[in-house]
């Protein structure tokens, strides 16, 4: 869980930038095949120059946001979804009699061509598909030279999937049961009879019409079955190790995707080949190139030659992540990196990005491409040094490069780092309306000056800048885009400089200056996770920006807000969330008294909120869990939520400090 210690309203000057010291392994060079690794080395370079020339195509055409290599991964999910459902859809009607399979395939394809049809030629388009995101998706993934170190398991889990991705496709081949599906099963018996094991046995099986029974096609179903969902297993297994995967590409995508299968499906439907008929040798057949390659040189090369091949290339790739061999010690190299404002700490392995660094640890990072593309998660090394990576020059110019930019989803870390997120710009407002929510709180709404308007994420805050420069942070309190006006929850500190001036001199039409927007305190969006909000005080304000967003946006997650406050009158805007509660079935709120008074009349619950919480969830795995409140509240309450099963990447918190000294006006 990565806090950002903030000062939210007055700030605590005694903090300053916590000292990092380097934990990691003394450097040694890595002695391998000088000749191999120049070998791997030019065709990185040639690799990279080709991806960076298609990639600045594709952003063009689709624009940095929707640029399909950017989203590979999620794609392959997206068309393993759609094979699967068609698969459904078609296995409902299939039937696995080795006399009926041809027929009911037929009546599928043109009894109801209007859907039947169409779904047989999105199953066949989809896998396909599959077949070419993943070829590209390891391809880029070699070029980038993102497959060595602790990469290694998701490089190899994705060389299974290949596999098992072709097993699956070479396997459905077979049940439609025409010409193709015959030479199909045919060739591969012989491929496999190879094998001292089989000894000739499962050709015999198509040696002649009627060789073939029913319980052979019994035996493909349960194949193509069982094997998709040892597919969909490895697929999950292989997503583990990537902080934050994307396992659904933007609707965008999705619908392009679905429009050019549907297109494809009409233009070129998939067709049966006539019906199989082992009393005669198919001699020739049209053949699927994504998957069956090879097939054609099993009459052309003996079949040992083939398994040599097929083994030797799946070994060259099992040990990619190893070639040339590196000394280990190197290899657990790790690095302490530092990011702020907010003093968010972070350790970063050998070759791993500073986005993955951070996102493993739990800091919710400002990013969106993760491929050097958009410019998102720009930020500035202020000290150490860093291999920039692999990226779009419209992302991160040379100019900004010589000024200390960086990318944090490309640069890896070759020292300890001190890292400064992009400062947003200064703006000019006024006070537009002020009311007291509670004796120490104040609804404080500014009014922007000029045409630009304010873009900010739910959650984010603000820096208002006071004479002499210095600054109070505050939370944004609405969702983006309700209000031309931007609200915040202002609590009276005793002897605060701002706050002070705020309850006893300001008043409507005051002009002030502000930064930002600040901050990546915001809801995973691609996260399904249940959710559970943790307020202390006005860490209700951007808990509830986060809220009226997600109300907005309909999202359906089951949410539960926990406010913690002293006494009935700092529930300064109970009401709201108990309409929430009434409006949204999804939404619950679970107000706690840590010193309620006795003309509260309380009956509620009382005590510490985070204790709350792990009394109505002795266990939060599977939960994602959101804090904003002092200081003291999330350190004291965050071993107590990871000792109870929350995940460390699914805790995010905006932790701030206050100043009770008295500031000398």
């Known amino acids: 869980m990565g806090w950002r210690g903030r000062a939210l309203q007055e700030p605590d000057h005694a903090s300053s930038l916590k000292v990092i010291h380097e934990q990691s392994f003394p450097h040694t060079k890595p002695q391998h095949s000088q000749k191999g690794c120049e070998v791997i080395r030019r065709l990185q370079s040639a690799g990279q120059s080709v991806l960076l020339r298609i990639e600045n195509g594709f952003n063009l055409f689709f624009g940095q946001a929707l640029n399909p290599l950017y989203h590979l991964g999620a794609i392959t999910f997206f068309l393993f979804w759609v094979a699967l459902a068609s698969g459904i859809y078609l296995y ?110 499962l050709a015999r099986n198509f040696a002649f019409e009627g060789s073939v029974n029913d319980r052979l096609f019994s035996l493909l179903s349960f194949l193509h079955i ?10 999950w297994v292989h997503t583990q190790r990537v902080p934050r995967a994307r396992t659904s590409p933007p609707r965008e995508i999705a619908l392009m995707l679905g429009a050019t299968l549907l297109v494809l499906a009409a233009l070129k439907p998939a067709v049966s080949q006539g019906k199989a ?66 003093n968010l700490s972070a350790v970063a392995r050998a070759g791993e990005t500073l986005l993955e660094a951070g996102l493993r640890r739990g800091i919710a990072l400002p990013y969106d491409c993760r491929n050097g593309g958009c410019g998102v998660c720009k930020a500035t090394l202020v000290h150490g040094s860093v291999d920039y990576g692999v990226y779009q020059k419209s992302a991160l110019s040379d100019a900004e490069r010589r000024s200390g930019k960086l990318l944090l989803c490309c640069a890896c870390a070759q020292s300890n780092l001190d890292v400064e997120l992009e400062e947003e710009r200064e703006w000019q407002a006024s006070v537009g309306h002020m009311s007291r929510l509670a004796p120490d709180v104040m609804l404080l709404q500014l009014k922007l000056h000029g045409s630009t308007p304010l873009e900010f994420r739910a959650g984010q805050y603000i820096n208002i800048v006071l004479d002499g420069g210095e600054t109070r942070s505050f939370s944004f309190a609405t969702a983006p885009g309700k209000s031309e006006l931007i609200e915040l929850h202002v609590r009276l500190i005793p002897g605060g400089r701002f706050t002070t001036h705020v309850f006893t001199q300001m008043k409507e039409g005051d002009r002030l200056r502000f930064r930002g927007p600040f901050g990546a305190f915001a809801v995973q969006e691609e996260s399904h996770r249940p959710i559970i909000f943790v307020a202390g005080a006005t860490g209700f304000a951007p808990v509830k920006s986060m809220l009226e967003q997600a109300f907005e946006r309909d999202v359906r997650r ?75 509240m999330v350190r004291s309450a965050h071993p107590e939520f990871i000792a109870h099963g929350l995940a460390e990447e699914a805790c995010f918190s905006d932790a701030f400090t206050y100043s009770p000294r008295v500031v000398p006006e």
């Open 92 to 201: 409902v009607f299939f039937d696995t009699g080795v006399n009926e399979a041809y027929e009911s395939v037929e009546a599928l394809t043109h009894g109801q061509w209007y859907l039947g049809g169409i779904i047989r030629s999105l199953h066949r388009y989809a896998a396909d598909g599959m077949v070419i995101t993943m070829l590209v998706h390891m391809a880029r993934y070699f070029v980038l030279n993102r497959y060595r170190s602790f990469r290694w398991f998701s490089w190899v889990t994705g060389v299974f999937l290949l596999w098992l991705t072709y097993a699956s496709g070479i396997n459905g081949y077979m049940l439609p049961w025409d010409r193709l599906s015959q030479f199909v099963a045919t060739t591969t018996a012989e491929w496999l009879d190879w094998f001292p094991v089989f000894a000739g046995s």
């Open 226 to 235: 069982g094997i998709p969902l040892g597919l969909l297993i490895v697929m």
């Open 277 to 342: 008929d082992l009393a005669v040798a198919v001699a020739q057949v049209g053949l699927d190139w994504f998957y069956l390659p090879l097939y054609p040189l099993i009459y052309n090369w003996s079949a040992g030659v083939l398994w040599a091949l097929a083994f030797g290339a799946t070994l060259l790739l099992l040990l990619v992540p190893w070639m040339p061999p590196q000394r280990r010690r190197g290899s657990l190299r790790e690095f302490q990196i530092s990011f702020r404002p907010g």
């Open 558 to 632: 089951p949410m539960v807000l926990y406010w913690g406050v002293r006494s009935r009158k700092d529930l300064y805007m109970a009401e709201l969330p108990e309409r929430w509660e009434r409006e949204h079935p999804n939404f619950s709120f679970v107000p706690v008294l840590s010193d309620p008074k006795p003309e509260d009349h309380w009956t509620g619950r009382t005590g510490l909120v985070h204790q709350a919480i792990i009394e109505d969830f002795p266990t939060l795995q599977g939960y994602e869990l959101y804090a904003c409140g002092s200081l003291q």
